[in-house]
């Protein structure tokens, strides 16, 4: 199976700050047949259900605000925050979906400072 | 708008069995694949099963193998979790997602909460 393995654990963080989340893969998650990163990024805020961010380590879903910035290549992957705001807080999970089974991070809790 | 709507959660005893649904709608169900994924009290995600859109081919995680099936009705639009033997372990609140056409977890159910205790 491959391992995410997810940093930090927790970040207390001000509004208006930027915030990084990292996470590493124990193989490469890029595709040679299309050249993609088959890498996600999802936010789960309490007591709700996790929603997708970032998919192919750097595109946007439809509706994701422009301060939600995925980066990274090969094993080494990124969530940016840039000027977090309040609704931000959540927790945030990598996930790797190239080969089965798929296999989560162990997620960040991102807090208030 | 997608939705999806889990339902037959509950307090079960260990070694006994339940059945997840979770409703699907507007969308076409039959086009997708479609998972179940699971997250224990204050942990994090954890996938457990996924079904071919065809329900042709499942993949299941290790420790669920030969106890949980995972199903599906296309004519109802409904996705299902047997879950036989149920263990402590087996606690979790279960979400059932969908597969968009990029092979990522899209849309998410709100989740339905099992307990296996005595």
């Known amino acids: 199976d491959i391992v995410m393995t997810q940093s930090p654990f927790s970040l207390a963080v001000s509004e208006g700050e930027m915030v990084t989340i990292n996470c590493k893969s124990s193989q490469s998650l890029l595709s040679s047949g299309n050249q993609k990163n088959y890498l996600a990024w999802y936010q789960q805020k309490p007591g709700q259900s996790p929603k997708l961010l970032i998919y192919?380590?750097?595109t946007r879903q439809s509706g994701v605000p422009d301060r939600f910035i995925g980066s990274g290549s090969g094993t080494d992957f990124t969530l940016t925050i840039s000027d977090v705001q309040a609704e931000d807080l959540a927790d945030y999970y990598c996930l790797q979906h190239y080969s089965y089974p798929p296999t989560f991070g162990a997620g960040t809790k991102l807090e208030l400072k | 708008e997608v939705q999806l709507v889990e339902s037959g959660g509950g307090l079960v005893q260990p070694g006994r069995s339940l059945k997840l649904s979770c409703a699907a709608s507007g969308f076409t169900f039959s086009d997708y694949n479609m998972a179940w994924v699971r997250q224990a009290p204050k942990k994090g995600l954890e996938w457990v099963a996924t079904?071919?859109?065809?329900?042709?081919?499942?993949y299941y995680r290790d420790s669920v193998k030969g106890r949980f099936t995972i199903s599906r009705d296309n004519a109802k639009s409904t996705l299902y979790l047997q879950m036989d033997s149920l263990r402590s372990e087996d606690t979790a609140t279960y979400y059932c997602a969908r597969l968009g056409i990029l092979r990522v977890l899209d849309y998410w159910g709100q989740g339905v909460m099992v307990t296996v205790s005595s």
């Open positions: 079904i071919s859109y065809d329900g042709s081919s499942t």
């Open positions: 192919y380590a750097s």
